[in-house]
């Protein structure tokens, strides 16, 4: 019988890395986080910080930097969580889409590549985005099918889609980088969404 | 104009902030009047794009990591803080005289608010969702107190508080941060350090227009402030502040 906390292994099928990705009393946690109990944030941490630090290494290729860049997560967390509603959300997926965004404003400012979107970003990432999130968006079943979306595709479309997540790379400037026509590398940006929806649609339906 | 159903195969890019161009524009712009199916398309793929966030290799941080984190959350330290503390207390001084008091000055707000009304749409600026901004001003819980009014220096504007909403800054005559730099507000609650607040840009003419959302303790709030910080902003202050509002009182 499973157990009501949900493990994941990794992509890299190590089971001696499993991963905790979503937790029954995540609300009661952000609850307290509002309430600004200390100890919710320790909890916060040993909950979600390896994963926020590994997404952010992942996307920075740099250990300091990640480290500096998983605090201010937190700690943006920490100031913005008033405005998110434990009832209504989800905390994790709110959490690592801060972590990622940090990591893709950090790139962008070695880059030069400070733009518009950066503030997009911000409002991207406002808590009450999130207000409609499944408390259990993150399980095991919608990551082993995203895992497997991702051998359907082609090498091209999974190249992009890595480029927009992981480098936060805009359609035109991933032709840039790739030295594609912009015509075309809009086609496997589609059509890999294509089959990322199309295999996660797929959950729904079971 | 693009429809929802053209629009909806790049929910994923708006989600992840990498989408530009027309398709941008005009997505923002459905969202901004409140499309049910744009918001929602966004809304769920900004919650699945959460799932990428589990695929890398995990890694494991270092041990220092948490005990850095929580130290933050503790009561700072800080050598600026008594800089910080006595240029506040100037500002509160100079700047009581220029507070606005809603229940006994009503209808001057009213036609100020309005010709902020009128600036918000007139400008358009980039910085906030317009029609967030318009709800934070038609709030009649929002009080407004002005800085740098008078002064030849720039810069000068106004900031507006809401117990429920959060904080509007309306600023002008701040020229951009350079390269490497950013503004970053701060909410300074009493007898406490500064509390990071976001970062925001200004516009060429030196205009910006920056809302934090959120409850807002107001009675245990003291001012306003900003500081140009490093590109990602910073925990606590590195410079001293560009202008302070004082907030106490309102």
Same mark, same amino acid.
């Given at each position: 019988?499973?157990?009501?906390?949900?493990?994941?292994?990794?992509?890299?099928?190590?089971?001696?890395?499993?991963?905790? =990705?979503?937790?029954?009393?995540?609300?009661?946690?952000?609850?307290?986080? !509002?309430?600004?109990? *200390? $100890?919710?944030? #320790?909890?916060?941490?040993?909950?979600?910080?390896?994963?926020?630090?590994?997404?952010?290494?992942?996307?920075?290729?740099?250990?300091?930097?990640?480290?500096? =860049?998983?605090?201010?997560?937190?700690?943006?967390?920490?100031?913005?969580? !008033?405005?998110?509603? *434990? $009832?209504?959300? #989800?905390?994790s997926p709110w959490l690592l889409t801060v972590a990622r965004n940090r990591a893709i404003d950090y790139l962008r400012s070695v880059d030069n590549r400070v733009s518009q979107r950066t503030f997009e970003l911000e409002k991207i990432e406002h808590p009450a985005t999130f207000a409609t999130a499944e408390q259990d968006i993150l399980n095991l079943d919608r990551i082993r099918l995203l895992k497997d979306a991702f051998t359907k595709l082609t090498d091209q479309q999974r190249v992009v889609i890595e480029m927009a997540y992981y480098e936060g790379l805009s359609q035109s400037e991933m032709a840039e980088r790739i030295k594609q026509p912009l015509g075309t590398v809009k086609t496997w940006v589609r059509s890999a969404l294509k089959i990322l929806r199309r295999q996660l649609g797929a959950e729904a339906a079971i | 104009m693009s429809t929802c159903h053209e629009l909806s195969e790049v929910y994923e890019l708006y989600a992840l902030g990498v989408l530009d161009g027309e398709e941008a524009t005009a997505l923002a712009e459905h969202i901004r009047t409140g499309c049910p199916t744009c918001s929602s398309g966004v809304q769920e793929a900004l919650i699945s794009a959460a799932l990428l966030a589990t695929m890398p290799e995990q890694v494991e941080p270092p041990t220092r990591l948490r005990k850095r984190i929580l130290d933050n959350i503790g009561p700072e330290k800080s050598s600026a803080a008594w800089a910080w503390m006595s240029l506040w207390a100037?500002?509160?001084?100079?700047?009581?005289?220029?507070?606005?008091?809603?229940?006994?000055?009503?209808?001057?707000?009213?036609?100020?608010?309005?010709?902020?009304?009128?600036?918000?749409?007139?400008?358009?600026?980039?910085?906030?969702?317009?029609?967030?901004?318009?709800?934070?001003?038609?709030?009649?819980?929002?009080?407004?107190?002005?800085?740098?009014?008078?002064?030849?220096?720039?810069?000068?504007?106004?900031?507006?508080?809401?117990?429920?909403?959060?904080?509007?800054?309306?600023?002008?005559?701040?020229?951009?941060?350079?390269?490497?730099?950013?503004?970053?507000?701060?909410?300074?609650?009493?007898?406490?350090?500064?509390?990071?607040?976001?970062?925001?840009?200004?516009?060429?003419?030196?205009?910006?227009?920056?809302?934090?959302?959120?409850?807002?303790?107001?009675?245990?709030?003291?001012?306003?402030?900003?500081?140009?910080?490093?590109?990602?902003?910073?925990?606590?202050?590195?410079?001293?502040?560009?202008?302070?509002?004082?907030?106490s009182g309102l």
């Open positions: 019988m499973m157990s009501s906390v949900v493990y994941a292994s990794t992509l890299a099928d190590d089971s001696k890395w499993k991963t905790r =990705l979503s937790f029954p009393d995540d609300s009661a946690l952000a609850e307290r986080l !509002r309430n600004r109990e *200390p $100890q919710a944030m #320790a909890d916060l941490y040993d909950r979600y910080g390896r994963l926020a630090y590994s997404l952010i290494y992942r996307i920075v290729h740099n250990a300091s930097v990640a480290e500096d =860049l998983v605090q201010e997560t937190f700690l943006r967390v920490w100031n913005q969580v !008033r405005a998110f509603d *434990p $009832q209504r959300g #989800a905390l | 100037a500002a509160t001084a100079a700047l009581l005289i220029g507070v606005i008091f809603l229940n006994t000055e009503r209808s001057k707000n009213d036609r100020e608010l309005a010709q902020l009304r009128f600036e918000v749409r007139r400008d358009a600026l980039n910085l906030i969702n317009a029609h967030m901004a318009l709800e934070f001003l038609d709030a009649p819980e929002t009080k407004t107190v002005t800085f740098g009014q008078g002064k030849p220096q720039p810069p000068h504007g106004r900031v507006l508080v809401n117990a429920k909403r959060g904080v509007m800054l309306i600023v002008a005559n701040l020229p951009p941060a350079p390269a490497g730099k950013i503004y970053e507000m701060w909410l300074i609650p009493k007898g406490r350090p500064p509390q990071p607040a976001g970062l925001f840009q200004t516009d060429e003419q030196g205009t910006a227009m920056y809302v934090r959302e959120g409850t807002l303790d107001l009675a245990n709030t003291d001012a306003v402030a900003v500081s140009l910080e490093p590109q990602r902003g910073s925990l606590a202050p590195t410079t001293t502040p560009l202008f302070v509002a004082a907030t």
